[in-house]
């Protein structure tokens, strides 16, 4: 079974390198054109979140699907208040392999986000083929391989924050 993808854009990238509006293009994803249509129950992902991807969020996953907010990460501050039904996530520590930003710790594009989170929660190959639409989307998993193994293999959250604790330089903790 796929997850249903779903993007939200803020219109705030230049649309030749949005790898969220590329996933619409190729009908790999939905686009939600208000926060209001996001589905009720969905898992969306978010840098503010204290809770982690992780396998617990599969059957939400299937049933409501799973949710990127497509923004710069130079006007995050602006990220949108989300109503309470839904269920925020963020994604533990990876580094980018978008050209953007590069090497970058959690910077990743919106296709990496999502990607991510497919790959943790056991949708391997949902999270291949996502990828597989950008010239570098191959060179994410090799860059994160070992950690995304790891974080794929345990069940809770806060088993892939700890586990996530392996990876972060001191000083970004």
């Known amino acids: 079974m796929a997850v249903r993808l779903?993007?939200?854009d803020e219109d705030q990238c230049d649309p030749k390198k949005c790898t969220g509006k590329k996933l619409v293009r190729f009908k790999l994803a939905q686009e939600l054109g208000s926060l209001k249509h996001?589905?009720?129950?969905?898992?969306v992902l978010t840098p503010y979140s204290q809770k982690s991807i992780s396998r617990e969020d599969r059957a939400a996953s299937e049933r409501h699907g799973l949710v990127v907010m497509d923004m710069s990460?130079?006007?995050?501050e602006t990220f949108p208040r989300l109503r309470s039904d839904v269920r925020q996530r963020s994604f533990p520590y990876m580094l980018a392999a978008n050209?953007?930003?590069w090497g970058k710790p959690f910077k990743l594009s919106?296709?990496?986000?999502?990607?991510?989170?497919?790959?943790i929660m056991g949708y391997k190959e949902q999270a291949v083929q996502a990828l597989s639409k950008f010239g570098w989307?191959?060179?994410?998993?090799k860059l994160n391989q070992?950690?995304?193994?790891?974080?794929?293999?345990?069940?809770t959250s806060?088993?892939?924050?700890?586990?996530?604790?392996?990876?972060v330089p001191p000083e970004e903790e």
Do not use: C, H, K, M
């Not at 919106?110 to 790959?119: C, D, G, K, M």
């Not at 806060?158 to 990876?167: F, H, P, R």
């Open 158 to 167: 806060a088993e892939v924050v700890q586990i996530q604790l392996d990876y």
């Open 137 to 141: 989307g191959e060179q994410f998993i």
């Open 6 to 8: 779903y993007v939200y």
């Open 73 to 76: 990460w130079n006007r995050i």
């Open 110 to 119: 919106s296709v990496e986000a999502l990607a991510a989170s497919l790959y």
């Open 99 to 101: 050209p953007v930003n």
């Open 38 to 43: 996001i589905p009720y129950g969905a898992v």
């Open 146 to 155: 070992e950690p995304l193994d790891r974080y794929s293999e345990v069940e």
